[in-house]
C-alpha cells in the first residue's frame, strides 16, 4: 500500500466521508502481489472531493464528473477517485448510458465484473467482501458477480477480460461464468478493437496462456477466426506430438515472454491446415508437409494485426518473423551474415529465440537435437557483432561515393554493385577493404 493512497484515504475519511481502496489493486494486495493500479472509491461527491484535494494543496483533474471520477495528482502520480455509483443501462454494450450516485459501498461493488475485483480495503476495516471473492481467491476461481449473462451483456469486453485474467492468474473458470462467457461470446464483436488487442497481449503474456489458448479458441475466434481451421488438426509428421492449434498454444508458453515474439507465435502457423499436402509410405502411413505456409501465415497475420489496430512496427516485426521461421538458419558464418543483412541484428536475435520455442512445442527428440544448435548459433551472432564483422552496406569499406568518383555514373548500378561487393565479402571472396573493394569495380565500370 503506497503511502499517497493512504493519505487520500485519510483525507476523505477524516473529512466525515467513507473512502476505500478497491478493484484490482485489492485483488494483488490479498495475493502479496504488487499492485499496477490504486482506485479508490468513496462517498463523497466529485464536487466534495475536488474541493477537499485543492484546499489540501493538490491537483485536480474533472476526469469524468459525470461519471464520478475525480484524478488527484499526489506526488507526480495520478490516482482515480470515484464516486460510489450504479450503473444505468447499456445499450452499446460497452458503457453505461447514465450513472447514478449512491451512499452504500455494497450497490458500488455489485455493479463490478468479477468477485475478485468487487472487493474494498479500508485503513480501519481491512478488506470489505460483500460477494465471496476472498474465498474465490483462495479457491482460485473467477466467478461474475451475480448474474453472469447479465454482467457479459453489461460490458462484452468483461469476457475477454475473464479469459485474460484466467492467463495471468491461473485460476479456474465458475462453470456458470464459463458457460455465460460461451453463449455471449459474439458480442465481443462490439468491441472497438484496440480493447482487445490491449487484452489479447496481456493474456498472451501471461503464465497460465498454454491452458487459456487450448480452452477458448471459440473465444479469441470472434476477433481471429483464423485459428479455428488450426484446432485438431493433426500434422501426421513425426515432428509434431501435437494438432496445429496444440503446437501453437504450447509454442506461445515456451518462448521468451516477448509481446512481439509471443504474438508471432500465436499466428506461426496459421495457414498449416490451408497448406497441407500428404504423402503415403510404403507401410500405407501418412506423412503431412506443410510447403509455403510461412509466407502464407505471414500474410494472414499481416491482415489480423492490421484488424486489431497494432502499430506498424509490431506487425512488421511480427510478420518478418513469421515469414523467415522455415528458412534454413544454421551456425554457418556466412549464412548468420547473409539473414543479418537480410532481418538486422535484433530480429535475428528474435528469431532464434522463435525456433527455440517452436522446438519445445514439437516432438521431444527435436528440442534435444535443436536447442544446442540455436545456443551454437546465438554464440556465432554475438561474435560476428562483437568483431564488428561486415554483414551490412554500412559495414562495407567503401560506399556510393566511392564508386561515383571511379566514374560510374549515379543511379541504379551504384547499388547493384555495393550488393554485389557486401555479397564478395560475405561469401569470403573479397576481404574488406578500400583498395581490393575499388580493385573489383573497375573492371566491371569498363563493361
Sequence with gaps: MTKEVLEILNILNTAGHEAYLVGGSVRDFCLGLAAQDHDI??????????????????GVI????????????????????TTFR???????????DDVSF???????????????????????????????GQQDLKAGVLRCVGDPGKRFQEDGLRIFRLIRFAAQLGFAVDPKTEQAARANATLLRRIAPERIQVELMKLLQGDHVETVLLQYPDILAIWIPEILPCVGFHQNNRYHVYDVWGHTCKAVASCKNIPELRLAMLLHDIEKPACYTQDILPDGSVKGHFYGHATQSAKTANTILHRLRLDNETIHTVTTLIGVHCDPLTPNPKQIKRFLRKIGAPMVKLLIEHHRGDNLAQAPFVALERLPVWDEVEAMVDQIIAEEQCFSLK????????????????????GVLLDQLLDDVISGKLPNEREALLSAVIPASQK
Excluded: C
Design 41 to 58: 472509491t468513496t462517498s463523497a461527491l466529485p464536487e466534495e472531493t475536488m474541493g477537499l484535494f485543492q484546499n489540501a494543496g493538490y
Design 62 to 81: 474533472p476526469t469524468g464528473l459525470k461519471h464520478g471520477t475525480v484524478t488527484v495528482r499526489m506526488h507526480h502520480q495520478s490516482y482515480e477517485v
Design 86 to 96: 450504479k450503473d444505468g443501462t447499456y445499450s452499446d454494450g460497452r458503457h453505461p
Design 102 to 132: 449512491v451512499s452504500n459501498l455494497r450497490e458500488d461493488l455489485a455493479r463490478r465484473d468479477f468477485t475478485v475485483n468487487a472487493m474494498a480495503w479500508h485503513p480501519d476495516q481491512g478488506v470489505v467482501d460483500y460477494f465471496g
Design 395 to 414: 559495414d562495407l569499406a567503401v560506399n556510393g561515393s566511392d564508386l561515383v568518383a571511379l566514374g560510374i555514373e549515379k543511379g541504379p548500378r551504384i
